[in-house]
């Protein structure tokens, strides 16, 4: 996996972070979902590469060789906010003030957390099977809770920790034929190791709790991504018959919206490597004005 590409462990202060980085120009970020790692993008980052990106591929803090602060109460060392700030600490330790991000799953509600706090780094940001968590949480239904219904499993005290490290490889399936052999190798010694399984239950703790109150407040206050911004969904997971159309939510939150579908199902970096990374390069272009702040959203916008 990754042939070219440099592996480096960056340490950021409270946590330290593994990450994969290779090619020339434009940079861009790809972060990772549940309970992937970085190896997932394995069969899209070298085609950014090849279509002239310098792609970095971090594990979010916790997640894989990434390692984070000791676990709280009130989950904050886990926050999206927190991971933002790695993010942002790692480029710029490997000389990058401004890059694209496009991160899947929990890593585009990082990608959300970094393009808000830090607008001025941002050039373009690409979202890739997820919403906000507080649209999500907006639109529970009977549906919702019965399909996503480890999103409060995780959030339980204890509880979780116990029934996932009896047995990982029950709990955590994958198929080395359709992961790539060593992304599935990598993966499944992430999923054994009980302080990553740790961490990644304190991710979803945190969004219900800590990521939930600061998607509020930018909400309330009509901070809005002023970047341009893409959506992509996958066609085969449950997006968009649960909330219609992706676009139409974002729209909410972003200023400049476009987007669609991808015949997937929800790990779209490894079922459909080449119509993601034709997505993302048509989508990455160089972009000198880049997020130029957060602005409030005009009154008919706020629903």
Not at 62 to 91: I, L, N, Q
Not at 181 to 204: G, K
Not at 268 to 296: I, K, M, N, Y
Request: charged share 25%.
């Amino acid at each position: 996996m990754f042939e070219g590409f440099q592996e480096e462990r960056i340490d950021v202060g409270e946590a330290s972070v593994f990450v994969r980085f290779g090619g020339e120009g434009p940079p861009v970020v790809l972060l990772h979902g549940h309970p992937r790692t970085s190896a997932t993008w394995h069969r899209v980052a070298p085609r950014l590469v090849a279509a002239g990106h310098t792609v970095v591929c971090p594990d979010l803090r916790g997640y894989g060789r990434s390692r984070g602060p000791r676990f709280t109460e009130d989950h904050a060392g886990y926050s999206k906010r927190a991971v933002a700030g790695d993010v942002v600490a790692v480029m710029r330790r490997l000389g990058h003030s401004r890059f694209a991000l496009a991160g899947h799953d929990r890593g585009g509600s990082v990608a959300l957390r970094l393009t808000l706090d830090h607008p001025a780094t941002v050039t373009r940001v690409a979202f890739l099977d997820c919403l906000p968590l507080t649209e999500h949480l907006a639109r529970i239904s009977v549906e919702f809770a019965t399909q996503w219904w480890h999103w409060f499993f995780f959030a339980q005290p204890g509880i979780p920790e116990r029934v996932i490290t009896a047995d990982p490889d029950s709990w955590y399936r994958g198929d080395p034929d359709a992961m790539g052999a060593e992304n599935h190798a990598e993966w499944r010694r992430a999923t054994r190791d009980p302080d990553v399984v740790r961490a990644m239950l304190e991710d979803y703790r945190a969004g219900l709790t800590v990521d939930r109150r600061h998607e509020q407040a930018d909400r309330d206050a009509g901070k809005r991504v002023t970047c341009p911004a893409l959506v992509l969904w996958s066609l085969r997971d449950d997006l968009e018959d649960l909330y219609g159309d992706p676009v139409a939510v974002w729209r909410r939150w972003a200023t400049d919206v476009r987007g669609h579908g991808i015949d997937s199902g929800h790990h779209v970096a490894e079922e459909a490597p080449a119509a993601l990374a034709r997505a993302l390069t048509g989508f990455l272009q160089p972009d000198r004005a880049g997020c130029r702040g957060s602005a409030p959203a005009r009154r008919d916008d706020n629903g």
